[in-house]
């Protein structure tokens, strides 16, 4: 049976989604701010013959034609652009950090929303990128230079026990907690990512996903901003967490705009009922837009 059909109650179009599901997924590039413009991409892309479309929610997007690959352009190997899932663009939207401010990405590696984060930036004020897997942050570190990011820390920690304690023990203004998921929505690139799917993976790493998300609220700022987001469909990786965040921390979920079809967080499960206020988390299905599956969700520390 295929593990997806769990969610078969929750999506409008049962059909519709398991054939997006099947389909391949389109190469999409994100503008690097820090050193082009989309203008200037549009430029270079048909001076290089790469065939493109805009996407049409997010101007700084390029979907590439049938067969392009995103790193086989000179505007890739200059840094100009980044290979990058297009909901994957959404956390960073979400979390709308402003230049000057003090930024964690907690589980950074390898890199393709830190460098959204420190372009919106405008590659001013701190921004942490953090991971716990050495390999993959030898990718983050050179994802950033190819990007020309320049206000980034990189540091390798369990993101459940983040230490304030090398930046003066100053709590974070915004953290990103894009969490390590089962990767159900990223089924269009990777066809095998659901091969050894079982409801007790799901289960074990929604433990590690509390652990980041509850650490992530105790070091940013009251007042400050949390945004989570999962690549998977599962409510026990995403609405569960949540529930459970809201439940031991004085923090709640915020509204904020989005340019794409999604519809709301769910208020119940298999039996287990969540806060009315979850509607304002978004889930991202890829017959919506023609994407991968998201979930993305914004809350503001009180103070």
């Given at each position: 049976?295929?593990?997806?059909?769990?969610y078969?109650p929750?999506?409008?179009?049962?059909?519709?989604?398991?054939?997006?599901?099947?389909r391949?997924?389109?190469?999409v590039?994100r503008?690097?701010?820090?050193k082009?413009?989309?203008d200037?991409?549009r430029?270079?892309?048909e001076?290089?013959?790469v065939?493109f479309?805009?996407?049409?929610?997010?101007e700084?997007?390029f979907r590439?034609?049938e067969g392009e690959?995103?790193?086989?352009?000179?505007?890739?190997?200059?840094?100009w652009v980044y290979?990058?899932?297009?909901?994957?663009?959404?956390?960073?939207?979400a979390?709308n950090p402003?230049p000057?401010?003090?930024?964690?990405?907690?589980?950074?590696?390898?890199g393709?929303k830190?460098?959204?984060?420190?372009?919106r930036m405008?590659?001013?004020?701190?921004?942490?990128?953090?991971?716990?897997?050495?390999?993959r942050?030898?990718a983050?570190?050179?994802?950033?230079?190819?990007?020309?990011?320049?206000?980034?820390a990189?540091t390798r920690?369990?993101a459940?026990n983040f230490?304030l304690?090398?930046?003066d023990g100053?709590p974070f203004?915004?953290?990103?907690?894009?969490?390590?998921?089962s990767?159900?929505?990223?089924?269009?690139?990777?066809p095998?990512?659901?091969?050894?799917?079982?409801l007790?993976?799901?289960e074990?790493i929604a433990?590690?996903?509390?652990g980041?998300l509850?650490?992530?609220?105790?070091?940013?700022r009251?007042g400050g901003?949390v945004?989570?987001?999962t690549?998977?469909f599962?409510?026990?990786?995403?609405?569960?967490?949540?529930?459970?965040a809201?439940?031991?921390?004085?923090?709640?979920?915020?509204?904020y705009?989005l340019?794409?079809e999604y519809?709301?967080?769910?208020?119940e499960?298999?039996g287990?009922?969540?806060d009315d206020?979850m509607r304002?988390?978004k889930?991202i299905?890829?017959h919506?837009?023609d994407?991968?599956?998201?979930f993305?969700?914004?809350?503001e520390?009180?103070?």
């Amino acid at each position: 049976m295929n593990p997806l059909s769990r969610y078969d109650p929750i999506v409008e179009d049962p059909a519709a989604f398991h054939d997006a599901c099947e389909r391949p997924l389109p190469s999409v590039v994100r503008v690097n701010g820090i050193k082009a413009t989309p203008d200037r991409i549009r430029r270079a892309f048909e001076s290089a013959g790469v065939e493109f479309d805009p996407v049409g929610w997010h101007e700084g997007l390029f979907r590439l034609g049938e067969g392009e690959s995103p790193g086989n352009s000179w505007p890739f190997v200059h840094g100009w652009v980044y290979g990058q899932e297009e909901v994957s663009a959404v956390p960073a939207l979400a979390l709308n950090p402003d230049p000057g401010e003090r930024v964690l990405d907690c589980c950074a590696a390898p890199g393709s929303k830190t460098t959204q984060l420190a372009a919106r930036m405008d590659d001013r004020g701190l921004l942490v990128g953090n991971d716990n897997n050495l390999g993959r942050l030898s990718a983050l570190r050179s994802n950033a230079e190819r990007c020309g990011v320049t206000n980034l820390a990189v540091t390798r920690a369990d993101a459940r026990n983040f230490s304030l304690k090398p930046f003066d023990g100053q709590p974070f203004d915004r953290t990103l907690v894009d969490v390590p998921c089962s990767c159900e929505g990223t089924i269009r690139k990777n066809p095998d990512a659901l091969d050894n799917w079982s409801l007790d993976h799901v289960e074990g790493i929604a433990g590690v996903q509390k652990g980041v998300l509850e650490r992530s609220i105790e070091i940013t700022r009251p007042g400050g901003t949390v945004v989570y987001s999962t690549c998977t469909f599962a409510p026990e990786e995403n609405e569960a967490i949540l529930q459970h965040a809201l439940e031991n921390h004085d923090c709640r979920l915020l509204e904020y705009e989005l340019p794409l079809e999604y519809v709301p967080g769910l208020t119940e499960w298999n039996g287990e009922s969540f806060d009315d206020s979850m509607r304002r988390a978004k889930r991202i299905y890829p017959h919506h837009n023609d994407t991968g599956g998201f979930f993305c969700a914004k809350l503001e520390v009180a103070g």
